[in-house]
């Protein structure tokens, strides 16, 4: 991939963590730049920097709270008036809150389906007949190690994760026949907001980079190669 390759990317929540780090690495060769977060004030600062340090890139954001569905069509609706063409679509806007299946507070599953599984689902088909156009679609979904390892503490997020990944084996199986990529992505423990306040080194959890370069490399490959899944663990282990 070489820089300024003009593509036009769409990177749900962007503004901290693994959505910063994929932003910041795919910034160089894109024309424009789809973003969203929650916070109005941290979007705009993420725009401004990104702007700031390569004047040719295009970031177009918005403030959107994925747990609901008419702020996520919203969103695409944004997007669909800049640009007839989506490259690459990034569906790791996300959710967590720990508690056991039969403990845990009501209504965390359907909190956490609806950003988690409902927003992937209903952006990506918003977004597809853009993606069908482009000459190197691909779809990444932020999944994650619980998607196929249940643990203790885990309950709902588990299960919209073990979703998601089952979402995206059905989108690769579909979108076959029209060359359109698609990728999970299944990251062990890594450094976020989430993590904040953990008693640990910091050696003992991935860095965010580690999986914004692993997303990179594969949206790099020939169009005759996909990769299906990226699995990448703590060296020490899980937590």
């Not at 959107?64 to 919203?74: K, Y």
């Amino acid at each position: 991939m070489e820089p300024n390759h003009g593509l036009h990317i769409v990177v749900t929540g962007s503004t901290k963590g693994i959505g910063k780090a994929i932003c910041d690495i795919f910034a160089p060769f894109c024309h424009s730049l789809y973003i969203n977060s929650r916070n109005e004030d941290e979007l705009s600062h993420q725009a401004k920097s990104l702007t700031k340090q390569y004047p040719d890139l295009t970031v177009i954001y918005s403030r959107a709270d994925f747990s609901n569905p008419d702020e996520v069509s919203n969103f695409a609706e944004l997007i669909l008036s800049k640009t007839a063409t989506i490259d690459i679509l990034v569906n790791n806007a996300g959710i967590f809150y720990p508690g056991s299946v039969v403990g845990e507070a009501e209504g965390n599953l359907r909190k956490m389906m609806e950003v988690n599984l409902f927003s992937a689902y209903d952006l990506t088909r918003l977004l597809l007949p853009a993606l069908r156009i482009s000459h190197c679609p691909h779809i990444f979904n932020m999944c994650s190690i619980a998607s196929i390892i249940a643990y203790p503490n885990g309950g709902s997020y588990s299960i919209s994760k073990f979703a998601l990944y089952g979402m995206t084996k059905c989108l690769r199986a579909e979108l076959i026949p029209e060359k359109i990529k698609v990728t999970a992505i299944l990251p062990g423990a890594t450094w976020s907001d989430s993590w904040a306040g953990i008693d640990l080194p910091e050696e003992r959890l991935m860095q965010a980079d580690d999986i914004a370069k692993s997303i990179f490399y594969a949206a790099s490959l020939s169009p005759s190669a996909n990769v299906e899944e990226i699995l990448i663990r703590p060296i020490e282990g899980d937590l």
